[in-house]
C-alpha cells in the first residue's frame, strides 16, 4: 500500500537550476526520509526528517516537513546534470513499521 | 560504510524454473528486506526479516519464499518462476530500529521467458 505520493511525476531543469519535489502522505509518521536512485541501480539514502522536525539541511539538500498539511518537500540547490536520477519519499508511519515508499519523481538536469 | 550486494545483476530464466536471488550485508543488521520494482508501481515490499530464521510478509507475498539462515544473508525464491514476476529485485539491509535509513543493494534485474 502506498503512503507517500511524490509530486511531480517527472521534472526537467537545466543545470544551476533549483529543484523541487513534494511528498504527501496519509497518516501521523514517526520520519519520512529521501531516497535517490541512478537508472539501473539500487536507492541511495539522501536524509531523513523526523515528525518533531520542521527543516533539515545536507549540503545541497533541504527537506522540510509540514506535519499539519502531512507534506515534505525536497530542495535541491544549484542542481548539476550528475543530479539526474529518481527521488523517492519514504515513511515510517508507528511502531515496527516499515518503510512504505512512493512512486518516485524522474529529475532530468539539462547540462 | 555499509555494503548490501546481492548475487546477480542481470538474470535470465524460464518459466517454471526455481530461481535464487540471494543479498549479503556486512553491518550487522538485524532487518533485512526484499523489494521488487516496475514502472509506475514504485517498490512493493515482498518479505522482510527481523532476525536470523525470521519472516514476515511484505505486501506482497504471493509466489515468493524466502530464507534467513545466518544474519546476513536473506534469500529470495521464485519456487516456480512465472512471467509476471519479471521485474527488478532489489534487497535492503536496516539496523533494528524500524525508523532507520535502509541501505540498499544495486538490484537484481530478472527476465523471465
Known amino acids: 500500500s502506498q503512503q507517500g505520493e511524490e509530486d511531480p511525476q517527472a521534472l526537467s531543469i537545466q543545470e544551476g537550476e533549483n529543484a523541487t519535489m513534494n511528498c504527501s502522505y496519509k497518516?501521523?509518521?514517526?520520519?519520512l526520509q529521501w531516497y535517490r536512485q541512478n537508472s539501473g541501480r539500487g536507492l541511495v539514502h539522501l536524509i531523513l526528517i523526523r515528525s518533531n522536525e520542521r527543516e533539515k539541511h545536507s549540503g545541497r539538500l533541504r527537506v522540510t516537513l509540514d506535519t499539519s498539511k502531512k507534506s515534505s518537500s525536497l530542495l535541491i540547490t544549484a542542481s548539476r546534470a550528475a543530479d539526474t536520477a529518481s527521488y523517492f519519499c519514504a515513511t515510517d508511519s508507528g511502531a515496527n513499521s516499515k518503510l512504505t515508499f512512493g512512486k518516485g519523481i524522474t529529475l532530468s538536469v539539462r547540462p | 560504510d555499509v555494503k548490501v550486494t546481492q548475487s546477480s545483476r542481470y538474470l535470465v530464466k524460464r518459466t517454471g524454473e526455481k530461481v535464487f536471488l540471494e543479498c549479503v550485508q556486512d553491518?550487522?543488521?538485524?532487518?533485512m528486506f526484499w523489494y521488487r520494482q516496475d514502472p509506475g508501481l514504485g517498490l512493493r515490499l515482498i518479505y522482510f526479516?527481523?532476525?536470523?530464521?525470521?519472516?514476515e510478509k511484505g505486501d506482497i507475498p504471493e509466489g515468493y519464499s524466502v530464507s534467513r539462515e545466518k544474519k546476513e544473508r536473506f534469500s529470495l525464491i521464485l519456487e516456480s518462476a512465472s512471467t509476471n514476476q519479471t521485474s527488478m529485485y532489489l534487497c535492503?539491509?536496516?539496523?533494528?530500529?524500524?525508523?532507520?535509513?535502509?541501505?540498499f543493494g544495486p538490484g537484481t534485474r530478472l527476465l523471465v521467458l
Open positions: 497518516t501521523s509518521i514517526n520520519n
Open positions: 553491518m550487522d543488521h538485524e532487518n
Open positions: 535492503a539491509s536496516q539496523f533494528k530500529g524500524w525508523s532507520e535509513t535502509q541501505y
Open positions: 526479516s527481523y532476525d536470523v530464521k525470521m519472516k
